[in-house]
Each structure stands twice: as C-alpha cells, then as structure tokens.
C-alpha cells in the first residue's frame, strides 16, 4: 500500500509546496502616488480635468516664450524676432488642441528631462563676444532651425507633447529625415544664439540642454517601442536627431 501525500503532508514534512510558496511572497506596496498613476484608478472625468490642467500649464509656460519673444521683437524691430513670436505662439495653440496620449511615461526622470530641455533656453544670456561673423553665421543658422521647427510642427499637428508619449506615430514632412526633427531645431536655434553671443555659460546652457534632449530622444523611443510601427518606422529612418552624426 502506497501512502497518499498531499499538501498538508508535503508541509508536515518539510516539503514546501510550489504553488503555496509563491502565494506567500508578499506583493511589493506602492505608494499612494504610483497607486493613483495605474491606469484605470482615476474616474475618466478625474483623468479628464487632470489632461486639461496639464494642457493649460504647458500653454502658459509656451506663453512665457511668447512675451518674451515679443519683448525681443519690438526692441529690435527684426523680422527673426517676429517669426519666434509667430513660432512661440503656435505651440501655445499646440498644447491646447493636442490629442489624449495612448501612453504616457510614468516615469519622473522622463518629465524633469522633458522640463529642463524645453526650458533651459531662459538661462542664456546675451553677454559674451559679439563677433561680426558669429552674428552673420548665427543668424543664417537660427532660420534655418527656425523653419525646421516649423515644418515639424506642422507635420505633428495635433501629436505635439511634451514628455515621452504616444499620439500616434507621424511619418510625414521632416520626419522622413530624422525620427525627432524637433530637438534637431532646437540644437540650430541654440547654437546660432551661442555663435552669436559667445561665452562660457551659453556653451554650458547648451550642453545641458542638448543632453536633456538626446535623453528625451531616448525615452520617447523606449516608450514608443510599445507602438508595433514603431520598429518599422526605425528602420527605414536611420537617423535620429542629425543626420550622419546620431
């Protein structure tokens, strides 16, 4: 006759059962903070509002630009100042009309990256050497990153974000070229202004705010992996800010 061995048996004898062992592992808390970010836990109306409130903040921060570009412009009276004025004025609407997120990074590092990409600019200053070719080289390179930025906006329409999200893959316009044409303006922009204002601390403005962009770079393509085009898309478009160099 064979003794029957069950579960009780099993633990009896110093036999951990498999199936009970696992039940016991304790599941790891999350704070009140990370239980209210998992989707689903907020009523729609509640995600709603907070969407909304997101979209007026970043207008109004965008709003900033635009009075001090407007500032610029009516110092100086250039007609580059009232292209970043008209620039400026477009991610305003920009953050107002953008669609709802499909996903949206959780994640704080992806935002304070996002944050101090966008707005590290305000901690240039026009001190510095002037050099007469800077002047002329920076200009010329600020329209260019100027027009880019234009054109990308335009061809993200409604996608516009702010930090690692998915609005739904564009592959239109200059994002045939480089998968975040964007941060390639960006790049133009500050230099053409380092070029013309040279300094030591202009150079560290960029540098910082160049890095927080490649990082945004990196954290939109992390997420964005979640999109089943996304690999495709990759593929066909090698290159990610500037073309021949990353």
Request: charged share 20%.
């Amino acid at each position: 006759m064979f003794k029957r061995i069950d579960s009780r048996d099993s633990v009896g004898s110093g036999v951990t059962d498999p199936s009970r062992q696992k039940a016991r592992r304790p599941r790891p808390r999350l704070s009140r903070l990370n239980r209210w970010l998992q989707p689903g836990v907020l009523p729609p109306r509640t995600v709603l509002v907070i969407r909304i409130l997101l979209n007026l903040v970043g207008a109004a921060g965008a709003a900033l630009f635009v009075q001090a570009s407007l500032r610029a412009y009516l110092s100086s009276h250039r007609l580059i100042g009232a292209a970043f004025v008209a620039e400026q004025t477009w991610i305003v609407v920009a953050y107002l009309v953008r669609r709802p997120a499909r996903v949206v990074s959780r994640r704080l590092s992806d935002w304070l990256l996002a944050f101090c990409g966008t707005f590290a600019g305000v901690l240039f200053r026009p001190n510095g050497a002037h050099l007469h070719w800077g002047l002329d080289a920076g200009l010329g390179i600020q329209l260019v990153g100027l027009v880019i930025c234009v054109w990308s906006l335009s061809a993200l329409g409604r996608s516009f974000g702010f930090a690692a999200a998915d609005r739904g893959l564009v592959r239109r316009g200059p994002y045939r070229v480089v998968r975040h044409p964007i941060y390639a303006s960006y790049v133009l922009l500050q230099l053409g202004y380092l070029l013309q204002s040279i300094s030591v601390r202009n150079a560290l403005v960029m540098l910082f705010a160049s890095s927080c962009n490649v990082g945004r770079a990196l954290a939109e393509e992390r997420l964005l992996t979640t999109n089943g085009q996304y690999d495709t898309y990759r593929a066909r478009v090698r290159w990610r800010v500037l073309p021949g160099v990353w």
